[in-house]
């Protein structure tokens, strides 16, 4: 028990792992997609950061979506920079398995992203998501801007407001906050199922459609 509470605490700024200042190498191109998946992206394209559990499966739930450019995984919402897979496994970074998300609005809006967020994982379980304990795999959405936000947040009522119609009263514990810095996980971590299509992956929804803005306003 004392293992699982040391997992499911947000580490303090004394505590936490000092981390360093050289960030990880990754392979610049999308095993899926071909595209980059660094900076600079092509004009118009905007970013998208999401926390939905263990990240192989998050990130393959975007990268199958037309209009992405490209994902990566990686690490945010903590205080150790440039953390590495060990570190954020031991509970004393802060960071959260999160995904980048590289999208055309033009082709494909933030608000589809959102309901395949809410959609492809459970967002009420708090520190964990399934077997998977830890603050690393929290559930949040981390905005680009001020837009983002304020959409972000509607969607959290109107999904909250789907899981009571559906009788699944549960709170939804989602963290929504302006996006902090994005750390790029391991090269072996990127597009992970892609390489390993055997490979592990605990993600499933509630079984509750997200109820589009656009259908819920005719």
């Avoid at 399934?130 to 949040?140: A, K, P």
């Avoid at 549960?170 to 055997?198: R, S």
Wanted: hydrophobic share 35%; charged share 15%.
């Amino acid at each position: 028990m004392f293992m699982f509470r040391k997992k499911t605490q947000m580490p303090s700024a004394e505590t936490a792992l000092p981390g360093r200042d050289t960030a990880m190498t990754v392979t610049d191109r999308h095993y899926v997609l071909g595209n980059p998946i660094q900076p600079p992206y092509p004009r118009g394209c905007q970013r998208a950061v999401f926390g939905m559990g263990c990240f192989w499966g998050a990130e393959r739930s975007f990268w199958e979506l037309s209009g992405v450019f490209s994902t990566a995984v990686g690490y945010a919402g903590g205080l150790t920079p440039n953390p590495t897979y060990e570190e954020v496994c031991s509970g004393l970074t802060g960071h959260n398995e999160v995904v980048l998300v590289v999208f055309d609005p033009d082709a494909i809006a933030y608000e589809r992203l959102l309901s395949a967020f809410w959609e492809g994982h459970d967002p009420s379980q708090g520190m964990r998501q399934g077997n998977d304990v830890g603050t690393q795999y929290r559930s949040g959405v981390y905005c680009t801007d001020e837009t983002q936000l304020a959409m972000a947040q509607a969607s959290r009522e109107r999904y909250q407001q789907a899981l009571n119609d559906a009788g699944r009263p549960v709170a939804i514990t989602t963290e929504i906050i302006p996006a902090p810095a994005f750390y790029f996980a391991e090269d072996y971590h990127q597009q992970y199922l892609a390489k390993h299509p055997g490979g592990y992956c605990g993600h499933g929804g509630c079984g509750v459609s997200y109820p589009h803005l656009s259908a819920a306003t005719g």
